[in-house]
């Protein structure tokens, strides 16, 4: 006779983690948990083939572990497309560590955080992310030598922030190119919803060009500040999607683009640093093409962060990782054109694009 398995009614209605579209055919996911130091985390490595899975360590307060199951498999996910796109020899992983980086986390949550990293062998090498820093960073290289974004004064490329920003600027450049037909931005009307490391500098360089740049954050002191350094003015509307302004840059969290969003944007170019922009990638991206809204795919503009900290594999210096981020302006309009010509949203020749180059790397590693 065989037992039956009793499980809590809530957990039968839920899909399995198998079936959920961000699991996506994920090689490996690793629950890492710590009595001592309170840590609980997840590993996503999604795709191994082009190179090791790379990507930052998100800490964040989610509402519970399945918020924070999905957030990690769809960040891994979209930095195998990243790397891909890019051109980088990298895989596409990524951590969650669930709790409040500003009341929760600890040094030694971190040091034994990074002995889990150190346990994949290099299969997985982090990096920065929300809610983690530089100096957390500095704390993982105690323990494992698979990780990136540590202090320049210890030999790494630092604070992966303003190449990130340098690589949305630069596909915000070839969206307006593309949509109005001149990449100037002086004069134009953009909205940059989230002032933090990466959206700061995003709005210096719009700053600087003579955009006229509208600010929206949940922390006042943060959106004063940004019209005191850079002019910014602070949205004052109730809906931010429904605002009169020419470009909208989502550089927060993502899923920003939905259901209760897609119709009401009036900007007519969407490019900015946060993943995951397209709560449904194929929906929300069609509908965009439809509306003749030019959506810059958020993992390739925002994949300055990654070039960076790429370098301290590869061994290049500073120079180079801003040569390369620059290039993400001629690949944003090769691929606007792909999409043009095969009848795509430009999300869907971004992917299309790099899975390409992920088959084929699998091809070669087959003959081999």
């Not at 796109?85 to 669930?98: D, E, P, Q, R, Y």
């Not at 993502?254 to 929906?283: P, S």
């Not at 390369?324 to 944003?332: H, P, S």
Request: charged share 20%; proline share 2%.
């Amino acid at each position: 006779m065989t037992a039956e398995i009793v499980m809590p009614a809530e957990l039968k209605k839920m899909d399995p983690v198998f079936g959920q579209f961000s699991f996506d055919n994920h090689e490996q996911i690793v629950f890492c948990n710590d009595k001592d130091t309170g840590l609980k985390a997840i590993i996503g490595i999604h795709n191994t083939v082009m190179g090791p899975a790379l990507g930052g360590t998100r800490m964040w307060n989610y509402a519970n572990e399945w918020e924070a199951l999905n957030d990690v498999l769809r960040l891994s996910r979209g930095m195998t497309y990243k790397s891909a796109i890019t051109g980088l020899n990298l895989g596409g992983g990524k951590a969650v560590i669930i709790g409040d980086s500003k009341l929760d986390k600890t040094p030694e949550m971190i040091t034994k955080f990074g002995q889990f990293v150190n346990s994949l062998s290099g299969k997985y090498i982090t990096a920065e992310d929300v809610g983690t820093t530089t100096e957390d960073m500095d704390r993982i290289h105690e323990v494992t030598n698979f990780v990136t974004g540590i202090s320049e004064s210890r030999g790494g490329s630092g604070n992966p922030s303003p190449v990130t920003a340098y690589g949305v600027y630069m596909g915000m450049k070839a969206a307006a190119k593309y949509q109005f037909g001149s990449d100037n931005l002086a004069g134009k009307k953009v909205l940059v919803q989230g002032t933090g490391h990466v959206g700061e500098t995003l709005i210096s360089y719009l700053a600087k060009e003579g955009a006229i740049v509208f600010v929206s954050d949940i922390h006042q002191d943060k959106m004063e500040n940004m019209v005191a350094k850079y002019g910014a003015k602070i949205f004052m509307g109730s809906d931010l999607y429904s605002a009169d302004v020419d470009i909208y840059a989502p550089c927060a969290l993502g899923a920003t683009i939905n259901d209760d969003t897609v119709y009401r944007i009036k900007a007519k170019v969407i490019a900015g640093a946060a993943n995951n922009q397209l709560a449904v990638e194929a929906v929300h991206g069609q509908i965009l093409r439809e509306r003749g809204i030019t959506y810059a795919p958020d993992f390739l503009i925002n994949a300055g962060g990654i070039i960076n900290v790429y370098g301290e594999i590869v061994k290049y210096d500073k120079a180079e990782a801003m040569r390369r981020t620059e290039n993400i302006y001629n690949t944003t309009l090769e691929i606007f054109n792909f999409a043009d010509q095969n009848n795509l949203t430009t999300q869907a020749a971004a992917m299309q694009i790099a899975q390409n180059r992920i088959d084929q790397r699998k091809k070669e590693n087959t003959n081999k």
